[in-house]
Each structure stands twice: as structure tokens, then as C-alpha cells.
């Protein structure tokens, strides 16, 4: 197939960049985290010239064999003593100043170094080379070339503790997807992704039948046979596999099981535990068998030669169960102590989300190496908590809570007033010392409450991406240049960077145009689908003329792992699309024998088909009702990242094909 594939992002950069010449802009380099310290130097290295990555010790053979993926030029890696020209050298060497993420970047005419204590600090590193070469077109005499300027950068956090929390008990999240975050994580140094694997929906859209209500545990289990999800679950060879490999990628995975709220799954799988006081939802604290079926759960996934969940940390959960009664309080702290003390049974570090204030009560929690999420300062005082020596993540929800399309907490993050107002030091309105010894770090969460509002893998990812790069900024450099100058520059940079080199969740990167669309053909040969998902993302246009042949139901035009575009939808034969478990269609059917230009527009609010330049139809949210309740309403979003992986066995003729952004 003769195709003319085009990079979106390289066009925006080149226009964005223009009028940049070779030095440092403002003494900064492009990219996302801002680095700490910078000494400009003359000079200047043509990207194309770097030929190979080297390294001195076998520790930074992963990240080596990483920077050579991902910057394209190289074309192999070696063990090697010393740097050598047209070379990139990574090298361990202790360095107090640096940390253990810390790094130091020297980019000189012969050869470009990467100093660190650690492999972590070499990625970090290397990350940043990226970046700088992603935005490093530079207008020479009218031509534009690859150019990173000379200087040394010497880098590493404010906070060891940089991250995002992602539901993936209300919303399933295939593990593709996961190994795309994780890799997007690593680009802006984000060391931590904390995956939710059990939750439940809201009763009040299930007809307020707990028996009807969505609950899902996400994880394969041989203890427990029937607990686990149907409609989408990971198996313990996968998520081994995920944390091994996030390791590589200096990002912590932490797996949580939430109880003994949001326990529905649970109650669900085995009813006597639930609470007929507070909710199916709620384990039944007075229930001598809860513990016992928690006890077995952790010993499944933390336990054995070989555990599901090898990383350092596990958190419990804990999260919003209810304080009506004094009693239940104690044995709700009770239930803390005791799935702590589990936890370091394992050798791992207890992660809960903070609560104590909320269940007042007698029972002392010690906070002896144990982690707190602090989201609500009603639900655990901050300075409290601090007072009695708990180490803490800020996840204050008013300000880093994204559910989307649910009407409250943010859709979107406030991208500008975090950049400008918040670091870790906030939790909710409180404010701590710079870089307190107890506050480890700051995280965002994307919580999927509305079950059924049709959200799609890629519109949550929409909404993670920039929510991602200001965390990244404000964890790593909390001081970072916040005026309105600044504002505008770090945002112009964010445009520029998308999801990194190994992905395009965002879908940035693909554009296509074809003289003619065949069927039953792959539209982009690329490095496994694990990394490189194939569709354009919003705002796009498709647009396409078709001579219509009689499509059977079900005919398919373009497909991809995370969706499907149809020329007769399976059930009524309609333009339509599926994705993340939904059918949607146009009002709107082929007729054999017409040739007509079809056009989709998509955003990420719906999308608009159009026959011959008009309109036909708009797809945008549709309304869903809770519990039959007709004033009590919520969003289904009728949206489409489209797909441009396989072409299916459509008997059309179709030509002129054409995605852009």
C-alpha cells in the first residue's frame, strides 16, 4: 500500500520553534519537569551525529538499551570504560549532591555524559535528553535541524514521592494501557502509579439495587474463585510482568484493595460479610470472618517465593467508611492497625488514605513506617497527622481530583492554578514547610464513579496527560517559574512533548493519507501494539469518498485495539462505532450504488459525521437517569479516538482517505 505517513508534532514544533536559535531558552532547556541547575556552554551537538549509547557499569544496561529505543539515531549499545564521540556515556559515580535521583547532563561537541549514583538518576537523565531533543529544531539559514546546545545540567527532585492514582475498579483498563502510562510516567519522571483494583458504582443508577450495582476485583485469584471481575481482570503473570517492567522504567506500581468500604466485590462474592447497617458496599466490622477473608486475600498476592505484588508498598486502602457508630469506629482503627502490621509481615510499607480524623476514637494507630494519602482534611487533619509523625502524600481532592464527566470535582484539572499555586507542601488548605521531612511527595487520582457515562480509555487519558505533566513539574521542581511568562512558556512546552517516544495514547502522531483505503490490510506496521497504539486523537478530521457496495451488519472500516469504526454497525447496520464496551451509531445508513465524500469530525466532547460537506449528524453526550429518577440525571459520553491500525473486509471502494489533526 503506497501511503504518505505524516508526524503531527513535528509540524507544531517546527512552527512553534521558528524563530528559536541555538542557545538556551532563558536558560532553560525544553522540557517538562524544569531542571534545578544549568551552566550554558558554547557550542552545539547535531542530534544525527550521535551514533551509539554506552555505559560503565552493567546496572544502567536497561536504561541504555532504552535511551537507544527511543532516540532513534543510535543504532547500538556497549559496555564501555569512557565516553567516546558521537556517543552518549551514561556512568555510575557516587555524587552526595545528586541523591539517588538525582543526575548530572554535560552535552559537549565530542561526546554527551550522564552522571549518576543510580540507574533511576541515569533514566532521569536520559529523559530529559529526550525531551531536549524532541524540541530541538532550530531555524539555521532557513533550514531546520537538530541542534542541542552545550552546557551541563545538574537535576533532582524536591520530592521523592511523584505519581498518579488510576480506578481501575470502576473502569477497566486493559494492561496495554497500563504498560503505555507507565512509560509516559517515566518520560516526565514520575516514579509512582498506584492502581485501585476493586471498587463499585452507585447505587442510585442500578434501580438502588446493591444486587445490580457494578463492583469488580480486577485480579485473577486461585483462593477465591468467582471474586474476579468478569467485564475485564489482569492475571498474576501480567501483573508481575507490568511491575517488572515499570521497575526498568523507574516507576513504582502500588497495587490497592480497598476496604472495608468500597467493598462491593467482596460483599458481592460473598454476601455474609457485608453490613445490612451501612451498605452492601461495607464489610461488616463486627463479623468475625472479615479478617480472616482479608488475611487470605493479602497472603495470595503478598506472599510465596515468588508474590504477585513484589514492589515495596501495598495500600490498604481504608477509604470513607462510615463513623455513625463510636464502636465501629474503634474497630475500624482496630482494622487498621491490624492490615498494617500484614502488610509489614511481607516487608512492605502500609499505604492507607487518611481517615483518622474522621473515625475518631481510642485505638492508637501508630504511624511508624507507614504512609498516609492525605485527600480530605476532614477525614485526617493534616497537621494532626503530622503531629503525630505519619509520612504523607498530598492527594487533596479539591484540587488533583479528576471523575470525569460526573458534574463535580474536576473533568479537567485547573492545569494554570496548580501550576501556579500548588506543590506538595498544600493539602487542601494547609500549607507546609518546603520540602517537609513528612511529606514525601504529591500525587493526582482519576476516579471513574460514573460507571455508565460511556467514558473511553482515551478520554480518560485526555485528561491524565496534562494533569500528569503539571504534578511532574510541581513534585519535582516545586519553585518553578509561576508568573504569567512562565505560565505561557511551560504550557507552549507541554504542547510540544505529548506522550513521549514509545507511545501515542494521545494520539498525536498518526496522520494518513491514502490514495485508496483497502480492505482487510494493516494501515501502520509499527513496534508492538503494547507501546504503540495506532489512531489520531482530538481534535481530528477523517474524511473519505465511498462508492457504496450492500455491507452486511458488522462491517467494519477501521479497527484497532481500543476501538472500532463500522460502514454497518452489528446491530442495526448503521455508520457507527464501538469502544470500551459501548455501540454507538449515526442515524445514518450506506445505500448501494452512491458515491458521497464522508467526513467525521471528533473531540472530545462527540463527533460530527458529514455527506458531501453538511452536516448529518452531531453525536454528543447523551443523558442517562439514576434510578428511574427523571430530574436526577447523568452524562454518557458518545465519543471516538479513532482507530487507523487494520483496515476490515468491506466490499466499498474507498479513496482519498485522509486523518489529520
Same mark, same amino acid.
Given at each position: 500500500?503506497?501511503?504518505?505517513?505524516?508526524?503531527?508534532?513535528?509540524?507544531?514544533?517546527?512552527?512553534?520553534?521558528?524563530?528559536?536559535?541555538?542557545?538556551?531558552?532563558?536558560?532553560?532547556?525544553?522540557?517538562?519537569?524544569?531542571?534545578?541547575?544549568?551552566?550554558?556552554?558554547?557550542?552545539?551537538?547535531?542530534?544525527?551525529?550521535? &551514533?551509539?549509547?554506552?555505559?560503565?557499569?552493567?546496572?544502567?544496561?536497561?536504561?541504555?538499551?532504552?535511551?537507544?529505543?527511543?532516540?532513534?539515531?543510535?543504532?547500538?549499545?556497549?559496555?564501555?570504560?569512557?565516553?567516546?564521540?558521537?556517543?552518549?556515556?551514561?556512568?555510575?559515580?557516587?555524587?552526595?549532591?545528586?541523591?539517588?535521583?538525582?543526575?548530572?547532563?554535560?552535552?559537549?561537541?565530542?561526546?554527551?555524559?550522564?552522571?549518576?549514583?543510580?540507574a533511576k538518576g541515569a533514566l532521569w537523565?536520559?529523559?530529559?535528553?529526550?525531551?531536549?531533543?524532541?524540541?530541538?529544531?532550530?531555524?539555521?539559514?532557513?533550514?531546520?535541524?537538530?541542534?542541542?546546545?552545550?552546557?551541563?545540567?545538574?537535576?533532582?527532585?524536591?520530592?521523592?514521592?511523584?505519581?498518579?492514582?488510576?480506578?481501575?475498579?470502576?473502569?477497566?483498563?486493559?494492561?496495554?494501557?497500563?504498560?503505555?502510562?507507565?512509560?509516559?510516567?517515566?518520560?516526565?519522571?514520575?516514579?509512582?502509579?498506584?492502581?485501585?483494583?476493586?471498587?463499585?458504582?452507585?447505587?442510585?443508577?442500578?434501580?438502588?439495587?446493591?444486587?445490580?450495582?457494578? &463492583?469488580?476485583?480486577?485480579?485473577?485469584?486461585?483462593?477465591?474463585?468467582?471474586?474476579?471481575?468478569?467485564?475485564?481482570?489482569?492475571?498474576?503473570?501480567?501483573?508481575?510482568?507490568?511491575?517488572?517492567?515499570?521497575?526498568?522504567?523507574?516507576?513504582?506500581?502500588?497495587?490497592?484493595?480497598?476496604?472495608?468500604?468500597?467493598?462491593?466485590?467482596?460483599?458481592?462474592?460473598?454476601?455474609?460479610?457485608?453490613?445490612?447497617?451501612?451498605?452492601?458496599?461495607?464489610?461488616?466490622?463486627?463479623?468475625?470472618?472479615?479478617?480472616?477473608?482479608?488475611?487470605?486475600?493479602?497472603?495470595?498476592?503478598?506472599?510465596?517465593?515468588?508474590?504477585?505484588?513484589?514492589?515495596?508498598?501495598?495500600?490498604?486502602?481504608?477509604?470513607?467508611?462510615?463513623?455513625?457508630?463510636?464502636?465501629?469506629?474503634?474497630?475500624?482503627?482496630?482494622?487498621?492497625?491490624?492490615?498494617?502490621?500484614?502488610?509489614?509481615?511481607?516487608?512492605?510499607?502500609?499505604?492507607?488514605?487518611?481517615?483518622?480524623?474522621?473515625?475518631?476514637?481510642?485505638?492508637?494507630?501508630?504511624?511508624?513506617?507507614?504512609?498516609?494519602?492525605?485527600?480530605?482534611?476532614?477525614?485526617?487533619?493534616?497537621?494532626?497527622?503530622?503531629?503525630?509523625?505519619?509520612?504523607?502524600?498530598?492527594?487533596?481532592?479539591?484540587?488533583?481530583?479528576?471523575?470525569?464527566?460526573?458534574?463535580?470535582?474536576?473533568?479537567?484539572?485547573?492545569?494554570?492554578?496548580?501550576?501556579?499555586?500548588?506543590?506538595?507542601?498544600?493539602?487542601?488548605?494547609?500549607?507546609?514547610?518546603?520540602?517537609?521531612?513528612?511529606?514525601?511527595?504529591?500525587?493526582?487520582?482519576?476516579?471513574?464513579?460514573?460507571?455508565?457515562?460511556?467514558?473511553?480509555?482515551?478520554?480518560?487519558?485526555?485528561?491524565?496527560?496534562?494533569?500528569?505533566?503539571?504534578?511532574?513539574?510541581?513534585?519535582?521542581? &516545586?519553585?518553578?517559574?509561576?508568573?504569567?511568562?512562565?505560565?505561557?512558556?511551560?504550557?507552549?512546552?507541554?504542547?510540544?512533548?505529548?506522550?513521549?517516544?514509545?507511545?501515542?495514547?494521545?494520539?498525536?502522531?498518526?496522520?494518513?493519507?491514502?490514495?485508496?483505503?483497502?480492505p482487510n490490510t494493516t494501515i501502520f506496521?509499527?513496534?508492538?501494539?503494547?507501546?504503540?497504539?495506532?489512531?489520531?486523537?482530538?481534535?481530528?478530521?477523517?474524511?473519505?469518498?465511498?462508492?457504496?457496495?450492500?455491507?452486511?451488519?458488522?462491517?467494519?472500516?477501521?479497527?484497532?485495539?481500543?476501538?472500532?469504526?463500522?460502514?454497518?454497525?452489528?446491530?442495526?447496520?448503521?455508520?457507527?462505532?464501538?469502544?470500551?464496551?459501548?455501540?454507538?451509531?449515526?442515524?445514518?445508513?450506506?445505500?448501494?450504488?452512491?458515491?458521497?465524500?464522508?467526513?467525521?469530525?471528533?473531540?472530545?466532547?462527540?463527533?460530527?459525521?458529514?455527506?458531501?460537506?453538511?452536516?448529518?449528524?452531531?453525536?454528543?453526550?447523551?443523558?442517562?437517569?439514576?434510578?428511574?429518577?427523571?430530574?436526577?440525571?447523568?452524562?454518557?459520553?458518545?465519543?471516538?479516538?479513532?482507530?487507523?491500525?487494520?483496515?476490515?473486509?468491506?466490499?466499498?471502494?474507498?479513496?482519498?482517505?485522509? &486523518?489529520?489533526?
Amino acid at each position: 500500500m503506497t501511503m504518505k505517513l505524516k508526524t503531527t508534532l513535528f509540524a507544531l514544533i517546527i512552527f512553534q520553534l521558528s524563530i528559536v536559535n541555538c542557545q538556551w531558552i532563558n536558560a532553560q532547556p525544553l522540557c517538562i519537569p524544569t531542571v534545578q541547575e544549568i551552566t550554558p556552554a558554547q557550542g552545539t551537538v547535531e542530534v544525527e551525529k550521535i &551514533a551509539t549509547v554506552t555505559y560503565d557499569n552493567p546496572e544502567l544496561k536497561s536504561v541504555a538499551d532504552y535511551l537507544n529505543k527511543a532516540w532513534e539515531n543510535t543504532n547500538s549499545t556497549s559496555l564501555q570504560k569512557k565516553g567516546s564521540a558521537n556517543a552518549i556515556f551514561l556512568f555510575m559515580k557516587p555524587d552526595k549532591k545528586l541523591g539517588d535521583e538525582g543526575y548530572r547532563l554535560s552535552i559537549s561537541p565530542k561526546v554527551i555524559t550522564i552522571q549518576a549514583t543510580t540507574a533511576k538518576g541515569a533514566l532521569w537523565g536520559a529523559q530529559t535528553l529526550l525531551q531536549m531533543k524532541q524540541t530541538s529544531f532550530i531555524n539555521s539559514g532557513g533550514v531546520y535541524k537538530r541542534l542541542l546546545p552545550c552546557g551541563t545540567i545538574t537535576d533532582k527532585p524536591d520530592y521523592p514521592m511523584r505519581g498518579m492514582m488510576l480506578d481501575c475498579g470502576r473502569k477497566f483498563f486493559p494492561m496495554s494501557y497500563l504498560y503505555s502510562l507507565v512509560n509516559i510516567l517515566s518520560y516526565y519522571k514520575m516514579n509512582t502509579l498506584q492502581l485501585h483494583l476493586n471498587d463499585n458504582g452507585f447505587k442510585d443508577q442500578y434501580n438502588n439495587d446493591w444486587n445490580e450495582t457494578q &463492583a469488580a476485583f480486577r485480579m485473577e485469584s486461585d483462593l477465591f474463585p468467582g471474586l474476579t471481575a468478569i467485564d475485564g481482570s489482569y492475571s498474576k503473570k501480567e501483573m508481575r510482568d507490568l511491575i517488572r517492567y515499570a521497575e526498568t522504567m523507574g516507576v513504582e506500581i502500588i497495587p490497592e484493595f480497598d476496604a472495608p468500604a468500597h467493598s462491593l466485590a467482596f460483599t458481592h462474592f460473598r454476601p455474609s460479610l457485608g453490613s445490612e447497617e451501612f451498605g452492601a458496599d461495607h464489610l461488616n466490622l463486627r463479623n468475625p470472618e472479615v479478617i480472616p477473608f482479608l488475611d487470605s486475600l493479602y497472603s495470595e498476592y503478598l506472599g510465596g517465593p515468588d508474590p504477585v505484588f513484589p514492589g515495596p508498598r501495598f495500600h490498604i486502602g481504608t477509604d470513607e467508611y462510615s463513623n455513625k457508630d463510636s464502636a465501629i469506629c474503634e474497630r475500624f482503627r482496630e482494622l487498621i492497625v491490624h492490615l498494617c502490621n500484614t502488610v509489614k509481615s511481607y516487608g512492605k510499607q502500609p499505604i492507607f488514605w487518611g481517615s483518622l480524623t474522621h473515625a475518631k476514637g481510642v485505638t492508637p494507630v501508630p504511624s511508624d513506617g507507614v504512609m498516609m494519602s492525605m485527600w480530605y482534611n476532614g477525614y485526617a487533619d493534616p497537621r494532626e497527622m503530622h503531629k503525630q509523625g505519619f509520612h504523607m502524600i498530598s492527594i487533596p481532592d479539591g484540587l488533583v481530583y479528576i471523575v470525569p464527566a460526573a458534574g463535580y470535582y474536576y473533568d479537567y484539572l485547573n492545569i494554570k492554578n496548580l501550576y501556579q499555586n500548588w506543590d506538595p507542601s498544600r493539602i487542601g488548605k494547609e500549607r507546609f514547610q518546603h520540602q517537609d521531612p513528612l511529606i514525601d511527595g504529591g500525587m493526582f487520582a482519576v476516579w471513574n464513579d460514573m460507571t455508565k457515562n460511556g467514558i473511553s480509555v482515551g478520554d480518560v487519558h485526555h485528561r491524565a496527560l496534562p494533569a500528569i505533566q503539571v504534578i511532574a513539574e510541581k513534585c519535582w521542581k &516545586a519553585k518553578a517559574d509561576t508568573t504569567e511568562v512562565g505560565w505561557e512558556k511551560w504550557t507552549n512546552f507541554a504542547s510540544l512533548l505529548g506522550d513521549g517516544p514509545l507511545t501515542d495514547e494521545i494520539g498525536h502522531k498518526s496522520m494518513v493519507q491514502l490514495k485508496e483505503l483497502k480492505p482487510n490490510t494493516t494501515i501502520f506496521n509499527g513496534q508492538s501494539s503494547i507501546f504503540n497504539i495506532h489512531q489520531i486523537g482530538y481534535p481530528y478530521n477523517v474524511e473519505f469518498t465511498i462508492e457504496w457496495a450492500d455491507e452486511k451488519p458488522g462491517t467494519v472500516l477501521c479497527t484497532s485495539e481500543r476501538s472500532t469504526f463500522y460502514l454497518a454497525d452489528p446491530v442495526k447496520g448503521m455508520l457507527g462505532f464501538s469502544r470500551d464496551g459501548y455501540l454507538f451509531n449515526f442515524r445514518y445508513r450506506g445505500k448501494a450504488g452512491k458515491r458521497e465524500t464522508l467526513g467525521l469530525k471528533g473531540d472530545n466532547q462527540g463527533i460530527s459525521l458529514f455527506a458531501d460537506g453538511k452536516l448529518v449528524e452531531r453525536l454528543k453526550p447523551d443523558v442517562g437517569y439514576k434510578a428511574n429518577d427523571k430530574k436526577s440525571t447523568y452524562k454518557i459520553m458518545r465519543t471516538l479516538v479513532f482507530p487507523l491500525q487494520q483496515t476490515g473486509n468491506f466490499r466499498s471502494k474507498i479513496t482519498n482517505f485522509k &486523518a489529520n489533526r
